[in-house]
């Protein structure tokens, strides 16, 4: 694993956000949707509403003419508005998984991109569609589902790890261990993966 996190276990999170109310918003905006498109339209967003407080203030269909073009927008401009009035103000923002995971629109995975990004003590793992695929690829996980998942990469990886390891996996399927056509020759974790091993190599 050491290969993995040296090459992307600090690297920051592809959404372009300047604090943690604005990771916050970007991180259940960018559910089923793209970390790119989310930052083309957060700067208007961002504008109208710079702060919790404002987003309390604002409804559901306010949202809609910076948020339209996202996936799923309708029930994300709700859960927006709803998590700004059950929060207040930003220096209020929760900080664990227990209590981000109450505010709507927020799972394992948001919260645990959250935490990862804003320092605090990992308390699992990210486990995003990149990882779901990588991780079996390279026999440190078996199944499709992301809890169970996360489950299996926190019994074999130390817990001062998690925040690097969700990532680092992330990254590498983001870059190399595509869903189709991986990059096996250039992946660092060639030598341990069972996907190379067996499916790529045995074909040589």
């Not at 592809?14 to 083309?40: C, F, G």
């Not at 695929?133 to 996980?141: D, E, K």
Request: some cysteine; glycine content about 6%.
């Amino acid at each position: 694993m050491e290969p993995l996190f040296k090459l992307y276990g600090k690297r920051k999170h592809p959404l372009e956000y300047n604090n943690k109310y604005q990771l916050v918003v970007m991180v259940i905006l960018s559910a089923r949707d793209s970390d790119k498109h989310i930052n083309t339209l957060a700067p208007k967003l961002f504008d109208a509403y710079p702060n919790i407080s404002s987003l309390a203030r604002a409804t559901p269909d306010d949202l809609h003419q910076y948020i339209g073009s996202v996936t799923n927008f309708g029930n994300k401009s709700t859960w927006l508005v709803k998590l700004a009035q059950m929060i207040g103000e930003d220096s209020k923002i929760p900080s664990t998984l227990e209590d981000l995971t109450k505010l709507p629109g927020l799972g394992r995975k948001s919260a645990n991109v959250i935490i990862r990004e804003s320092n605090g003590k990992a308390e699992g793992i990210i486990v995003d569609l990149h990882v779901l695929r990588v991780t079996p690829r390279i026999s440190i996980a078996t199944g499709t589902n992301p809890e169970k998942i996360e489950k299996q990469l926190m019994e074999v990886i130390p817990q001062d790890r998690w925040n690097e390891a969700g990532m680092a996996f992330s990254f590498l399927g983001r870059e190399v261990c595509r869903p189709t056509n991986p990059k096996c020759e250039i992946c660092v974790m060639k030598v341990v993966c069972k996907y190379y091993l067996e499916v790529v190599k045995g074909q040589k």
